[in-house]
């Protein structure tokens, strides 16, 4: 029978997960102590906090190790940046078997709810409530090539820049790595002439629509991948709403909800 830790992490992730988890090495010359928890049953419950949103303190006894040893495991994890790596690793593999299509990638955003933190503000579209704001690019086919975080009142368009520099060099089937699209779509969020310039002057097409101009529904045709995408990070219940105040914190939810979507992808 497979166990509750195998289900949460299947075979392929954890050995995608060995290539980027530092190695802990725990000398007692003393002697004595307890036996130091194991980062397979870690990793699984940090998982299951991530889908089921449930807090730390709500963890169940089945996965072994205690709810304080898995929060500081995650913490440390995300100090080292271990999900941005465990990102990038299953996007290489993606690159490599040609699940990714770099010919038209889009751009959105999602607003959440946050209650204390830095990167929070005030969100004008629900009354001016405290929440943060998730960032995404996705390729043709919704998969998330990067993800970032910023305050509720942050304008899309600011996201834009850091959001596509922050795309790694991903392999390829053929040839060298790329982390450039041919072409961007987005909203009239984006609708800003020098963003177009920014993107022509890297060799990125812009399509985004133009405010008074362009029909939303026109482009619309393309765009509805990063909408799919938004919906597939609602699978991670923790990310309804913004519960971390340490902003690393909330970013490695997202990191770890998005390479779950690519993972889903690479076993399909």
């Not at 991530?50 to 963890?59: E, P």
């Not at 959001?163 to 790595?177: A, E, H, N």
Request: glycine share 8%.
């Amino acid at each position: 029978m497979t166990s509750l830790t195998e289900r949460m992490v299947p075979e392929e992730l954890w050995e995608l997960f060995r290539r980027v988890v530092p190695e802990k090495v725990v000398i007692r010359p003393q002697g004595g102590g307890r036996r130091r928890a194991g980062d397979r049953e870690c990793l699984a419950a940090i998982i299951f906090v991530a889908t089921s949103g449930c807090s730390w303190r709500q963890l169940p006894p089945t996965f072994g190790p205690a709810w304080p040893t898995v929060y500081r495991r995650f913490a440390q994890w995300s100090k080292a940046r271990v999900w941005a790596r465990l990102h990038r690793v299953i996007l290489d593999e993606l690159g490599a078997a040609g699940e990714l299509d770099w010919s038209r990638c889009a751009i959105d955003s999602v607003s959440v709810r946050a209650l204390k933190g830095l990167l929070t503000g005030p969100n004008p579209t629900d009354r001016g409530k405290n929440g943060s704001k998730i960032h995404l690019i996705v390729d043709r086919n919704g998969l998330p090539l990067a993800v970032g975080i910023s305050g509720a009142n942050t304008h899309d368009s600011l996201a834009l820049q850091p959001l596509v520099r922050s795309i790694p060099p991903v392999r390829s089937r053929r040839g060298p790595r790329r982390r450039r699209p041919g072409r961007l779509h987005a909203d009239k969020g984006y609708d800003y002439d020098h963003q177009r310039r920014w993107l022509r002057a890297r060799g990125i097409t812009p399509r985004i629509a133009r405010r008074g101009k362009e029909s939303s529904q026109r482009l619309g045709r393309h765009r509805w991948v990063v909408e799919r995408t938004m919906s597939w990070l609602s699978g991670c219940r923790r990310l309804h709403r913004r519960y971390e105040r340490n902003p690393e914190h909330f970013l490695a939810f997202t990191a770890i909800a998005t390479s779950l979507i690519n993972h889903r992808r690479l076993t399909k």
